[in-house]
């Protein structure tokens, strides 16, 4: 992909009018080019599927995201960001806050538009025009997908553009089964054309078979998870044509879809776990093997991705403030996620519950200890001697990848050794006066390269995975787990390649009684895509899904006590920084928004909106 190529929005040929269902899917030429010329030119023929391609979301601009908004992470502002109502649960119809539907559907009109006309641009070769639209049909077949993932059944305009004809107050939704069935043909057929690997470099980021397939793949798990598959909560629910909106029983079968969707990516045999090869010992090889996810261009473990060729926005809100000339201190892991992470050596979680005043049940087998400190303890990536709490001594590789602690030195030593501590007092201070101040004891530090001079400026660059084969290894082996005729061997298989990458052990020698315990494995597994996969845009919906955010994502929030005047007892757990957390069970989905209901009188609400 050349540098920003789907990145900007293209200027293009077109406005896009938001006042009615039908004018935000028309396209309104006014004094621009007409439709005839647009297609008549191979360059204004890409720079309208380039325009297809920006309606992606922009996932790693971490504010409009769902990291924010789910348990994972605590974002340290607490004025004039959107996440807030969502978090207090104050959200309604009306919420404009994070509401999609507009804008893929503009997206999914434009790809139809695309596929309808490029055929007439006869500078383009034939072979050329199938595989650019067979790419607007994966980027619509995308568009489609994360409205279901967000909304629900959604209204399935299928291979045409927006028809005048369908008067508004005709559209409902249509039932999830035939938006999933739609969706996974779409990402099928879209995959028999579509190219195994792009050859040249200066089109990486373009959709490919690997794409296609690994999107289907996680379509087919949510598909598969209680949520979508025949929950009581949205039982009974019916739309203006008659039909059942969710599926009113649960289908095992949907597992066994989803099993084969994730293998048909793994069987291309195109793409590896990426591993470092350059450091001999076996657990800085772990750290710098899931640091290389990111750091590494276009590695092989990217299955669709983009390159983020300015790490500013992420990085500088990811660095402690008054430590550096410039950082923000806004994003930031929650405790729970820096609890989750397993222990290196036992390869066990180290909690297990929590009780109501926030203190952790340790699983006294894990090794972990969430009191004292080691007094001349040397980080792992840096080799810095520092006073360590305990509960950062002796955790998975991908702990010190990815958590900035209260006490670690400043990741790279550029300007020299640069002490970070958050307590009242300490050198990146607590400080209620500012929301640029760090709240939970913690900040996320995996998009922060160490290589990278951040004291003069440089913020690096990284990678952002839209999908990634850790992912689909972790979908295969849930899948496997979940199947009536359930394949042990290859959940096991699949889920220890992914911990065998950052170091760790079989989970079956982690925990001999997983072994015949399908309960105790989802457990396990969920606990692993959290660590795995965190601030990658999935813990929102995983928990969602598999319909455990009632409890995952309900309550009050614990963080480190930085209230504290001093380091030593910083590190008590406290209620008293962070907001809480409000889930109830109409959060599962997002409403139809206001607007929507508006224009189309007769379209079916979702459940307690």
């Not at 404009?96 to 997206?107: A, P, R």
């Not at 087998?365 to 950062?392: E, L, R, T």
Request: hydrophobic fraction near 35%; glycine fraction near 8%.
């Amino acid at each position: 992909m050349k540098t920003r190529l789907y990145i900007q929005i293209a200027t293009l040929f077109f406005l896009l009018l938001n006042t009615s269902c039908k004018n935000y899917l028309t396209p309104y030429l006014g004094d621009q080019m007409t439709m005839e010329e647009v297609f008549s030119k191979r360059i204004s023929t890409e720079r309208y599927l380039t325009q297809v391609y920006s309606f992606l979301p922009q996932d790693y601009s971490a504010l409009n995201s769902t990291t924010p908004r789910s348990d994972e992470a605590y974002f340290s502002w607490t004025a004039w960001v959107g996440y807030l109502g969502h978090n207090d649960g104050s959200w309604n119809t009306t919420t404009d806050n994070f509401q999609t539907w507009t804008t893929y559907y503009q997206g999914i009109n434009q790809a139809t538009v695309f596929m309808d006309n490029v055929d007439k641009c006869g500078e383009i070769t034939e072979a050329n025009r199938g595989i650019m639209k067979a790419e607007a049909r994966f980027l619509r077949a995308y568009f489609y997908f994360m409205l279901v993932e967000q909304y629900g059944p959604v209204y399935i305009w299928g291979d045409k553009a927006s028809d005048i004809s369908v008067k508004n107050e005709d559209i409902d939704r249509h039932s999830l089964d035939k938006c999933v069935e739609f969706i996974s043909s779409q990402l099928a057929e879209a995959a028999k054309v579509l190219p195994v690997t792009i050859v040249d470099p200066s089109w990486y980021g373009r959709a490919t078979r690997g794409a296609a397939l690994a999107i289907r793949s996680r379509l087919l798990l949510y598909a598969a998870r209680p949520l979508f598959n025949g929950c009581d909560l949205y039982k009974g629910l019916q739309n203006y044509y008659g039909e059942f909106l969710f599926p009113q029983s649960p289908d095992p079968i949907k597992w066994e879809n989803a099993a084969k969707a994730a293998r048909e990516v793994i069987d291309l045999g195109v793409y590896n776990l990426y591993e470092n090869t350059s450091e001999a010992d076996p657990f800085k090889k772990g750290i710098k093997s899931y640091m290389g996810i990111y750091f590494e261009k276009w590695n092989k473990e990217l299955i669709f991705a983009r390159w983020e060729g300015d790490g500013a926005f992420w990085n500088v809100r990811s660095a402690p403030p008054m430590v550096l000339k410039e950082g923000y201190g806004g994003f930031a892991p929650s405790l729970k996620l820096v609890d989750t992470y397993p222990m290196a050596e036992s390869g066990r979680f180290p909690i297990k519950d929590y009780q109501s005043n926030g203190v952790p049940v340790v699983d006294s087998q894990s090794g972990y200890s969430d009191n004292g400190f080691s007094n001349s303890y040397i980080h792992p990536i840096d080799g810095s001697v520092i006073k360590a709490h305990n509960s950062c001594v002796g955790r998975d590789a991908r702990f010190y990848a990815s958590i900035l602690f209260n006490g670690m030195n400043w990741i790279n030593t550029f300007g020299g050794e640069k002490l970070v501590t958050f307590y009242d007092g300490g050198t990146s201070s607590f400080n209620n006066s500012t929301g640029d101040f760090v709240k939970v004891g913690y900040l996320f530090r995996r998009m922060s390269d160490p290589r990278n001079d951040t004291e003069n400026g440089n913020w690096g660059s990284f990678s952002w995975p839209y999908i990634r084969l850790g992912e689909v290894y972790l979908n295969y082996a849930e899948a496997c787990n979940e199947m009536d005729n359930r394949d042990e061997t290859n959940a096991l298989t699949y889920l220890n390649k992914v911990r065998n990458r950052s170091g760790l052990n079989n989970i079956e020698v982690a925990y001999p009684e997983v072994i015949g315990n399908k309960v105790l494995l989802r457990e396990l597994m969920q606990k692993e895509r959290m660590v795995e996969m965190a601030f990658e845009n999935l813990r929102y919906y995983d928990i969602r899904t598999c319909m455990t955010a009632v409890k995952e994502s309900n309550g009050p929030r614990f963080g480190r006590n930085l209230l504290a005047t001093n380091f030593e007892d910083s590190w008590e757990r406290t209620d008293q920084i962070c907001l809480p957390l409000v889930f109830q069970p109409k959060h599962y989905l997002f409403p139809i928004h206001q607007s929507q209901l508006n224009e189309m009188k007769n379209i079916t609400q979702n459940y307690g909106w």
